[in-house]
Structure formats: structure tokens, C-alpha cells
Nanobody, 115 residues
Framework: QVQLVESGGGLVQAGGSLRLSCAVS????????MGWYRQTPGKQRELVTT???????IYADSVKGRFTGSRDNAKNTVYLQMNSLKTEDTAVYYC?????????WGEGTLVTVSS
């Protein structure tokens, strides 16, 4: 069994910053990709960033230059540093990890950006 626990969401003013964390525990041998997605009501869940096991990153165009994804393999934790937040970044953010061909998701953490 694999568990993902997210933290760091909350309310922030536009232009501000937040840092999300996602700690992975359980039956883990090796985590392949780790990443973050987000979802707003009525819309599909969308990729924010993916970080491969070698540290390569992919970002959605909407967050490039503002968000930074990183991972600490020793702690089985993935992070999302969000700077210059915009109201359109308001969403529930989910972390996802890929282990031996299976995707595991966190329960989500709400980020609200006020104008």
C-alpha cells in the first residue's frame, strides 16, 4: 500500500507564494516520476509539473517561470514552489507518483489566490 500526504495549501494574495509538499510512504521500492496536477470545478485535471527519477522536469506553459517542482528521493517527498501566484492558479492541487507502472494520487490540497 502506498500513501501520499499533501500539505501547504491555503489562501494567498495574488503575487504571493506558497510551497506544497507531498510525502510518500508505504510499500515503496523505487519511485519513478513524481508530479503535481490541479483541477478546478467543471474542468479536467491538468498537469502542472512532472519530475522524472533523474530530475528532469516538464511544466505546463501556464506556470513556466513561476512554479518550480523538485523532489527529495531520500525523503520520498515532492515539492511545488509557487511564486507570483495569479487568481487563475486557484485550484485543488494533487500530487501523483508512478511506481512500477501504477499511478498513485494524493487526496488534494486547496490553493486559493485572492485578488
Amino acid at each position: 500500500q502506498v500513501q501520499l500526504v499533501e500539505s501547504g495549501g491555503g489562501l494567498v494574495q495574488a503575487g504571493g507564494s506558497l510551497r506544497l509538499s507531498c510525502a510518500v510512504s508505504g510499500s515503496i521500492y523505487r519511485i519513478n516520476a513524481m508530479g503535481w496536477y490541479r483541477q478546478t470545478p467543471g474542468k479536467q485535471r491538468e498537469l502542472v509539473t512532472t519530475i522524472t527519477s533523474s530530475g528532469s522536469t516538464i511544466y505546463a506553459d501556464s506556470v513556466k517561470g513561476r512554479f518550480t517542482g523538485s523532489r527529495d528521493n531520500a525523503k520520498n517527498t515532492v515539492y511545488l514552489q509557487m511564486n507570483s501566484l495569479k487568481t487563475e492558479d486557484t485550484a485543488v492541487y494533487y500530487c501523483k507518483v508512478h511506481i512500477f507502472g501504477v499511478d498513485y494520487w494524493g487526496e488534494g490540497t486547496l490553493v486559493t489566490v485572492s485578488s
